[in-house]
């Protein structure tokens, strides 16, 4: 099992920066995909970025692409979001999810574990 935290949330003006973190708990934290997805108040939940167990590849949602970047150290057993040239369409609240599966997949279905979530905000 594997227990998820986030934290780097806030509030921050357009065009701003923010870095997220994600600490998992566990041994086997470099055996799952790992993902973050977003949910704004009256909006499903969105799909962001994942990123491969141990290798460097990743996957990023069409709407951040360019500004967010998805990175995982496994020896500290954390995953990181660094988000640049925020837009007030990036608020919402940001959790990160942990996949068994090898595939970065960007359906939430596919993600067994989660963290609690962390508020961002972009707003002038």
């Known amino acids: 099992q594997v227990q998820l935290v986030e934290s780097g949330g806030g509030t921050v003006q357009p065009g701003g920066s923010l870095r997220l973190s994600c600490a998992a708990s566990?041994?086997?934290?470099?055996?799952?995909?790992m993902g973050w997805f977003r949910q704004a108040p009256g909006k499903e939940r969105e799909f962001v970025a994942a990123?491969?167990?141990?290798?460097?590849?990743?996957d990023v949602a069409y709407s951040v692409r360019g500004r967010f970047t998805i990175s995982r150290d496994n020896d500290k057993n954390m995953m990181y979001l660094q988000m640049n040239r925020l837009k007030p369409d990036d608020t919402a609240v940001y959790s990160c999810?942990?996949?068994?599966?090898?595939?970065?997949?960007?359906?939430?279905?596919?993600?067994?574990?989660w963290g609690q979530g962390t508020q961002v905000t972009v707003s002038s």
């Open positions: 999810a942990a996949s068994r599966s090898t595939v970065r997949s960007s359906r939430p279905s596919d993600y067994v574990y």
């Open positions: 566990g041994r086997t934290f470099s055996f799952y995909t």
């Open positions: 990123i491969g167990q141990s290798d460097p590849y990743t």
